[in-house]
């Protein structure tokens, strides 16, 4: 299965595009002069450890970003180290150390509980530059000058995959196929991160269709086919016709496109990688980071001999977030949507979080100072939650009116 997965998904994210910046992308004549840049960077090596491997969509989505990467910089396979499986416990600090005797001078990880264990490894190679996505203590560490935190703002292609989500849902209650606007979520666990995709995802979603209900189910994995299939199962039991996700298996497309088979009208929006390859009927979209887009920018500061933002995040405005191609379930007008919202984010008119667009407890909220972990920093001024902008990971974890959490 780990095998067929990985052609999966190795064919499904052949067409990703990676935008680059800084780095040469040219097409060099072996009979050219080396570029002396080239030279000067031959004993540059950069260290990966993954949570995942090729097998599991968010960690594939990494590899993507680190490959396009290493091509723009002009980087050889063996300037790159990857270090698979790594568990959010004392390997992942082995993984650093050796990674650090192996002369890596940029060494990143991809999960959020790889990082005590990195910023330990980091304390004891202070000429090493170590950076984590998806954390929150690099940034505040000041007395480590070598540890970086960096994030996307995936919650805006949430909200887009939203509007797609919605038109679709619009369409199916315009033409008499769906009476009740009933959205699922696959979750993997009650975190920030999850909360804030799905609630993007919903308000994108009540832009289009402002009496949509969702509900939420939690299969405490980041990674698990059978748990969220299990998951996509029963939520559609419960009546829900489309299934959104933030987890990292192609199991909940793949439980819907098998109940589209069965006769049902059924949909799916994915995450991380396209699922139109195992789910060609019922995929409408999935949100994606661009990983690219910052890999590229830290292997170019190190390189140079410059160190990357503290605490690094981007959005639509500089390619580090995307939709995969729209599938052919997709409501007429779909695309228009789509391009129409990116614009208004890029341009700051629409704000993902505004607080007129949401009610908790039936109130609209003027503040909020209790995020997890951030308790007392301030994160709603000017009519809208500031996500990504004290730190660069997710603090959105208000519950929301309309959303229902299953379990936690």
Not at 124 to 130: H, I
Not at 258 to 266: I, S
């Amino acid at each position: 299965m780990k095998k067929l997965l990985a052609i999966v998904l190795a064919a499904v994210m052949a067409f990703g595009v990676f935008a680059v910046a800084g780095c040469s992308n040219e097409t060099k004549n072996p009979d050219e002069t080396k570029n002396p840049d080239e030279t000067k960077n031959s004993d540059f090596k950069v260290g990966a450890i993954l949570i995942g491997d090729e097998n599991e969509g968010y960690t594939y989505a990494h590899i993507q970003g680190i490959e396009a990467a290493k091509k723009a910089c002009n980087l050889s396979d063996d300037q790159i180290i990857y270090k698979y499986n790594v568990t959010e416990d004392e390997k992942c600090y082995e993984a650093a150390v050796d990674l650090a005797e192996q002369g890596c001078k940029l060494i990143i990880a991809n999960s959020f509980g790889h990082e005590d264990h990195l910023i330990r490894a980091a304390k004891e190679y202070p000429d090493v530059v170590f950076c984590h996505a998806t954390g929150q203590k690099a940034a505040k560490h000041t007395e480590l000058n070598n540890i970086f935190n960096y994030f996307d703002s995936i919650y805006e292609a949430r909200y887009v995959s939203g509007i797609v989500a919605g038109m679709k849902l619009k369409a199916l209650m315009d033409e008499g196929k769906v009476t009740d606007p009933y959205v699922g979520y696959v979750g993997a666990y009650p975190y920030a991160e999850v909360v804030s995709g799905y609630t993007a995802f919903f308000l994108g979603i009540r832009s289009i269709v402002p009496e949509a209900h969702m509900d939420v189910q939690y299969t405490k994995e980041w990674f698990d086919l059978v748990k969220e299939s299990e998951a996509a199962n029963a939520l559609m039991a419960r009546g829900c016709v489309i299934i959104g996700q933030h987890a990292d298996s192609t199991g909940a497309p793949s439980a819907v496109q098998a109940k589209y088979e069965a006769g049902e009208t059924v949909f799916s929006v994915g995450y991380n990688i396209d699922m139109l390859s195992v789910a060609p009927d019922v995929a409408l979209t999935s949100p994606q980071n661009n990983w690219g887009a910052y890999y590229t920018y830290a292997f170019e500061q190190v390189m140079n001999g410059k160190k990357p933002e503290q605490d690094w995040c981007r959005g639509y405005s500089d390619n580090a977030v995307q939709l995969s191609p729209l599938g052919k379930a997709c409501a007429a007008g779909t695309q228009e949507a789509v391009d129409a919202a990116i614009e208004k984010i890029k341009s700051g008119e629409l704000k993902v979080f505004d607080c007129s667009t949401f009610t908790v407890n039936g109130e609209h909220l003027t503040s909020y100072d209790k995020s997890h972990g951030f308790e007392g920093t301030q994160l709603i001024w000017d009519g809208y939650f500031h996500e990504s902008e004290v730190i660069s990971a997710p603090l959105f974890d208000i519950r929301i009116d309309g959303i229902t959490e299953l379990s936690k």
